[in-house]
């Protein structure tokens, strides 16, 4: 079994001492979390924060944006969280120290202790159990989502997700990935906070596979992007089954030949099965999934070395 399955496998583990973590420090962010609110992150956690914004408007009707730390601009008298799993990403940092400098109050959801970005933070909810043991990202994503998704939601959200790291595992052991292997062309959808989760799930197979899948927002597919659909493509959305926007773009992409695959599990179960489809693709293609090209667990710049 290769170092990212085993990180995948361990995922349901890693959310329960998430869940934990939650109820014994979620009041540090309890406080913060009002008002105008921006998220920033760098690649994967860029996604997360797309999906934290959009879960904060919905949750505290408040404007958020989920920004990529090197796009950032300073926002007085907003809420700021930052996510990172190495807490050492130059633009990460900068940003933050860019937040501070223009008197706004900075939160850290992240993994590793004593880094830069930790200098930088104000609070720092601490997930340093779901730090993966391969470059590429994978539990710690599901993890600094649920922390988000609970400190967002409050005690709604907690009791709704308690039996999330069962059926993550169930679903990981239910997962036939073989027909959805040979399909070349794979294509990731999702409205709303699911859309951070879909373009995660199309950066994660282009890093772990060396494809070039594609991630877009549900609506918005059929404007332009459905021309490239055929019988060689894949598509999964994240949405339920149940919204009736998304299924009649499903729909539409049937009609196309392609292959539909669209569930009404949460969508961090979703994510994880993306995740062990990822690594299935780069065997079937002789990658290693442990070695990815050209990465590295963070990007230091040398303003930082």
């Given amino acids: 079994m290769t170092v990212i399955e085993q990180d995948i496998d361990s995922t349901p583990a890693i959310l329960r001492q998430t869940l934990a973590r939650v109820d014994e420090r979620g009041d540090?962010?309890?406080?913060?979390?009002?008002?105008?609110?921006?998220?920033?992150g760098c690649g994967s956690s860029y996604c997360i924060a797309l999906a934290a914004a959009a879960l904060y408007e919905d949750a505290r009707g408040e404007?958020?944006?989920?920004i990529m730390a090197s796009e950032y601009r300073p926002r007085p008298g907003w809420t700021h969280v930052a996510i990172s799993?190495?807490?050492?990403?130059?633009e990460l940092v900068e940003a933050m120290r860019r937040a501070r400098a223009a008197g706004a109050r900075v939160a850290l959801v992240g993994g590793e202790p004593g880094v830069p970005a930790q200098q930088q933070a104000d609070a720092v909810p601490p997930l340093e159990f779901a730090l993966e043991q391969s470059v590429i990202q994978t539990r710690f994503i599901s993890a600094a989502t649920l922390a988000l998704r609970l400190l967002i939601g409050g005690e709604r959200a907690r009791a709704a997700l308690r039996d999330l790291p069962n059926r993550i595992a169930r679903a990981l052991g239910a997962l036939d990935p073989a027909p959805l292997v040979p399909l070349g062309h794979v294509v990731f959808l999702g409205r709303g906070w699911r859309y951070g989760l879909a373009l995660m799930a199309a950066l994660n197979l282009q890093e772990t596979a060396l494809v070039v899948p594609e991630g877009h927002q549900t609506l918005e597919y059929r404007h332009g992007p459905i021309a490239s659909a055929d019988e060689g493509t894949l598509v999964w959305c994240f949405d339920p089954p149940d919204d009736a926007a998304s299924a009649a773009v499903l729909d539409?992409?049937?009609?196309t030949g392609a292959t539909v695959r669209c569930t009404d599990d949460d969508p961090l179960v979703v994510a994880s099965q993306a995740q062990l489809l990822a690594?299935?693709?780069a065997e079937a293609r002789g990658v290693d999934p442990d070695a990815p090209r050209h990465l590295r667990r963070a990007i230091v710049l040398p303003s930082m070395q």
């Fill in 279 to 281: 690594v299935r693709v």
């Fill in 28 to 40: 540090v962010l309890d406080p913060w979390l009002q008002g105008p609110a921006v998220f920033l």
């Fill in 252 to 255: 539409d992409v049937r009609r």
């Fill in 63 to 66: 404007p958020a944006q989920g």
């Fill in 85 to 90: 799993r190495t807490g050492k990403t130059t």
